[in-house]
Antibody, heavy 116, light 110 residues
Framework: QLMESGGGLVKPGGSLRLSCVAS????????MNWVRQAPGQGLEWVSS????????YYADSVRGRFTVSRDNAVNSLYLQMNSLRAEDTAVYFC????????????WGQGTLVSVS | QSVLTQPPSTSGTPGQRVSISCSGS????????VCWYQQLPGMAPKLLIY???QRPSGVPDRFSGSKSGTSVSLAISGLRSEDEADYYC???????????FGGGTKVTVL
């Protein structure tokens, strides 16, 4: 199971840190991802991080503003979001990558980030 | 504008077969496996198909996937009311070095 937290209302230009805690499995065996969904819109991949944090990828829309990290010791994934914009308003899901090359086989319920 | 192109909606009556297309390019679908996700209203996405045509355990065999070149399709046979949801295709894109999703297709059971 994956559980996100840290969402909320923030002003444009502000910062927020999302967390995702895994239970029932060890996070250090899996690459992890953040995927977001703006209100009434489709899914948009945000970032991926490999098991040992050696490989990190970002969508162009967030590169330079968001930072993904993980702490395998506490089974947690993080997303530090800076310089937030109105268009970052979305539900943010964390998702487990089953094999390091997809698919995303487990998803959290999401946490809502509102920038206004 | 999504990198992968899906029709915004489709519909069918119970028992019918519906198909959803997803079109990409040589840098994503043409080069990598594709997954399909089902998102019921108000819920998180759920993995439906992986590796173009493989079903995770627990997914009914009414759902099937296929791939040809730079396009994939998801078919739902014996349509049921509980299949009413949004469906997304996804693939790794070698040029973008990131995952890309289709815009989603809303399936309505009439």
């Amino acid at each position: 199971q994956l559980m996100e937290s840290g969402g909320g209302l923030v002003k444009p230009g502000g910062s927020l840190r999302l967390s995702c805690v895994a239970s029932g499995f060890s996070l250090n065996g899996y690459s992890m991802n953040w995927v977001r969904q703006a209100p009434g819109q489709g899914l948009e991949w945000v970032s991926s991080i490999s098991t040992g944090s050696s490989y990190i990828y970002y969508a162009d829309s967030v590169r330079g503003r968001f930072t993904v990290s993980r702490d395998n010791a506490v089974n947690s994934l993080y997303l530090q979001m800076n310089s937030l914009r109105a268009e970052d308003t979305a539900v943010y899901f964390c998702a487990r990558d089953a094999r390091g090359s997809g698919p995303f086989d487990q998803w959290g319920q999401g946490t809502l980030v509102s920038v206004s | 504008q999504s990198v992968l192109t899906q029709p915004p909606s489709t519909s069918g009556t119970p028992g019918q077969r519906v198909s959803i297309s997803c079109s990409g390019s040589t840098s994503n679908i043409g080069a990598n496996n594709v997954c399909w996700y089902q998102q019921l209203p108000g819920m998180a996405p759920k993995l439906l198909i992986y590796g173009n045509d493989q079903r995770p355990s627990g997914v009914p065999d009414r759902f099937s996937g296929s791939k040809s070149g730079t396009s994939v399709s998801l078919a739902i046979s014996g349509l049921r009311s509980e299949d009413e949801a949004d469906y997304y295709c996804a693939s790794w894109d070698d040029s973008l070095s990131g995952w890309v999703f289709g815009g989603g297709t809303k399936v309505t059971v009439l």
